[in-house]
T-cell receptor, first 112, second 109 residues
Framework: DGGITQSPKYLFRKEGQNVTLSCEQNLNHDAMYWYRQDPGQGLRLIYYSQIVNDFQKGDIAEGYSVSREKKESFPLTVTSAQKNPTAFYLC???????????FGPGTRLTVT | QKEVEQNSGPLSVPEGAIASLNCTYSDRGSQSFFWYRQYSGKSPELIMFIYSNGDKEDGRFTAQLNKASQYVSLLIRDSQPSDSATYLCAVNTGNQFYFGTGTSLTVIP
C-alpha cells in the first residue's frame, strides 16, 4: 500500500521536553510538509521540503525543527521553545504539478 | 486579507439534495486548487482537484474554477449522511499550499 505514515497517533509530554514526530512516505514524492491544526482554525504550515537535505520555514516555524536526510522521511521536532505545542500535527507530501497533496493520519500532541 | 476564504457554515442540506460549497482566494498566481474532506478527529482526505477554468466532475462531486473571479466551488450531488464533514479548500501558490478554515456540512437523513 502506498501512503504516508505518522507515529505515534497520540503523544503526551511534559512542558519543557522536546519531542520528535515521525513521518514516512512511500509515494516517491519529492515534496513533504508539516502543518498544525488547532480547533476552529485552518491548517498552518510549519516547514516544507522539496528535496533531500533542503527545507524551508513556513508561517509558524518558531519552536520547531526538521530534517530531510532521506526522500521518504521528514521528522518534526517540537522543542521546548514552542509556546503552545498542543495541537494536531499533520504531515503531507505532494508530487509535481498539479501538486496533489496527500496527508498522513496525524499525530495529536498534548503537552501539560 | 486571508489567502483563502470559506464560509464556516454550518451548512445543512437534506439527504439527496445538492450541497454547494464556496471558496475565494487572493493570489492570482495560484496554480491549482483542491477540496479536502475532513471527518472529526481525522486527517484531511483529498476528494477533488482542478487547475483549469471550468468544471471537473468525479462521481457525485463537481469542482468549478473561475480564475477571473478567483472563485472555486464544490458541488455534491445526491448528498448522503456520510458526506457530513468539514470541507477544506486549498490553493497551491508556488511552493506552498494555503488552506481555508473549512465549511462544516451536515446532511440530514
Amino acid at each position: 500500500d502506498g501512503g504516508i505514515t505518522q507515529s505515534p497517533k497520540y503523544l503526551f509530554r511534559k512542558e519543557g521536553q522536546n519531542v520528535t514526530l515521525s513521518c514516512e512516505q512511500n509515494l516517491n514524492h519529492d515534496a513533504m510538509y508539516w502543518y498544525r491544526q488547532d480547533p476552529g482554525q485552518g491548517l498552518r504550515l510549519i516547514y516544507y521540503s522539496q528535496i533531500v537535505n533542503d527545507f524551508q520555514k513556513g508561517d509558524i516555524a518558531e519552536g520547531y525543527s526538521v530534517s530531510r536526510e532521506k526522500k521518504e522521511s521528514f521528522p518534526l521536532t517540537v522543542t521546548s521553545a514552542q509556546k503552545n505545542p498542543t495541537a494536531f500535527y499533520l504531515c503531507a507530501s505532494s508530487e509535481a504539478f498539479p501538486y496533489e497533496q496527500y496527508f498522513g493520519p496525524g499525530t495529536r500532541l498534548t503537552v501539560t | 486579507q486571508k489567502e483563502v476564504e470559506q464560509n464556516s457554515g454550518p451548512l445543512s442540506v437534506p439527504e439527496g439534495a445538492i450541497a454547494s460549497l464556496n471558496c475565494t482566494y487572493s493570489d492570482r498566481g495560484s496554480q491549482s486548487f483542491f477540496w479536502y474532506r475532513q471527518y472529526s478527529g481525522k486527517s484531511p482526505e483529498l476528494i477533488m482537484f482542478i487547475y483549469s477554468n471550468g468544471d471537473k466532475e468525479d462521481g457525485r462531486f463537481t469542482a468549478q474554477l473561475n480564475k477571473a473571479s478567483q472563485y472555486v466551488s464544490l458541488l455534491i450531488r445526491d448528498s448522503q449522511p456520510s458526506d457530513s464533514a468539514t470541507y477544506l479548500c486549498a490553493v497551491n501558490t508556488g511552493n506552498q499550499f494555503y488552506f481555508g478554515t473549512g465549511t462544516s456540512l451536515t446532511v440530514i437523513p
